[in-house]
């Protein structure tokens, strides 16, 4: 099964065994911040779109100056980053997300965490931060998504960050 649901915050596909999506269609419906729903229409009842634009979120991230309060917390984010020694954007988010839950018990995070964040630490942010998340989530299985459209670290991405960074084979 495919279902599309357009709401006031945003457009959600789903696709798979029917109970799943039902599951997943009555959660949105279910949650106070997608009471708002204008339609919901089978994938294969939309009309085909010939467009090869590139989706980009229009969400402009914002810093958040409250998110590391004292010189301790910036030092403690940057020598976490530096120990785990990240690759990719989605394994900067993984560690970067992990020391959030862990030293400020933030169990979900957005674009402005990691945003703010990436300007502390000093790296140059993924053009789109939104998909660096849906990559984690969806290639490696490091993030879930929140009913409200934040994200929060899975077991795995947690193991990973813990046990298998630094990379052992780029130590070499």
């Known amino acids: 099964m495919k279902a599309t649901i357009t709401t006031a915050i945003g457009t959600f596909e789903f696709e798979g065994e029917d ?29 085909k779109r010939k467009s090869t634009s590139v989706k980009r979120t229009t969400a402009q991230p914002k810093v958040l100056s409250r998110l590391l309060t004292t010189k301790e917390e910036i030092d403690g984010v940057k020598a976490f980053f530096a120990q785990k020694s990240p690759d990719s954007h989605v394994e900067k988010y993984a560690v970067l997300t992990l020391w959030l839950k862990n030293y ?12 703010t964040l990436y300007k502390v630490i000093g790296v ?27 994200y929060f670290i899975t077991p795995f991405g947690e193991t990973f960050v813990d046990f298998d960074l630094p990379n052992k084979k780029k130590e070499k």
């Open 19 to 47: 109970d799943a999506v039902q599951r997943q269609i009555t959660a949105i419906l279910a949650s106070p911040v997608h009471t708002d729903i204008s339609k919901t229409v089978s994938k294969a009842e939309q009309p």
């Open 104 to 115: 400020k018990s933030l169990e979900d995070v957005s674009i402005d965490e990691m945003w």
């Open 124 to 150: 140059k942010q993924p053009k789109n931060l939104l998909q660096t998340f849906r990559d984690g989530k969806s290639k490696k299985s490091y993030f879930d998504l929140t009913p409200d459209g934040r």
